[in-house]
């Protein structure tokens, strides 16, 4: 159930982030932690007309995908990526996770959210990560338990996806996703962080 949240909280919030100078990204500025989601206009309009439809429903409202990915652990669960059609940098994306041919959740996510630090941090992990195994990759890029893997429909790759927030991310979740080969070695590096979503945790194991 969705519930208010405080107008008064969030002032001291922001106050307290001019005071202490701790970082919020400039798209967490335009949204609002609301109950169990992470809202904006733009994800509040498209959720009316998206869930409970089929997946159809997402291709005719944001076009070509640019990939469909299978849950590994439930095959009846996908998730599908659109462009952002504003998007010139092509680092925003529309996920849509389907469960059971219907839309469940809808999210808005962007490659490296957090601007300089997440370049860098990318930069990092991939001197570490890339050409290794899933289990080198944890290791070597100081990794949890991947919250979700996937299987992409168009290449057969494998994309786990790591739970990489910390304590200056305000709000919205951060994933690491990494991307495997059929030879098992991971070949891409991606950080995103979740802009607007119908759910406050996408894309984690607790997703249908």
């Not at 919030?13 to 001019?18: A, D, F, I, Q």
């Not at 957090?114 to 001197?127: K, N, P, Q, W, Y």
């Not at 991606?190 to 406050?200: D, E, P, Q, R």
Request: proline share 4%.
């Amino acid at each position: 159930m969705k519930t208010s949240c405080s107008v008064g909280a969030m002032v001291l919030l922001g106050l307290g982030c001019v005071v202490c100078g701790c970082r919020a990204h400039p798209v967490s500025m335009g949204m609002m932690l609301v109950g169990d989601v992470v809202a904006d206009a733009g994800v509040d309009k498209r959720e009316k007309e998206l869930l409970g439809k089929p997946p159809a429903a997402a291709d005719a409202m944001f076009g070509e995908r640019t990939d469909t990915f299978i849950d590994m652990d439930n095959t009846s669960s996908q998730v599908l990526w659109y462009p952002v059609d504003t998007d010139l940098l092509t680092v925003d994306r529309w996920v849509v996770e389907v469960s059971e041919g219907k839309i469940v959740v809808l999210t808005k996510t962007k490659e490296n959210i957090d601007g300089v630090e997440d370049v860098i941090r990318t930069a990092d992990l991939r001197s570490k990560v890339i050409g290794k195994t899933p289990a080198q990759c944890r290791q070597e890029g100081d990794l949890k338990n991947p919250v979700a893997k996937f299987r992409s429909v168009k290449t057969d790759d494998r994309v786990f996806v790591y739970d990489v927030r910390n304590s200056t991310n305000l709000r919205g979740a951060r994933y690491c996703l990494l991307r495997f080969d059929s030879l098992d070695e991971c070949n891409e590096v991606k950080l995103v962080g979740v802009s607007a979503s119908t759910k406050k945790e996408p894309l984690g194991s607790n997703s249908p």
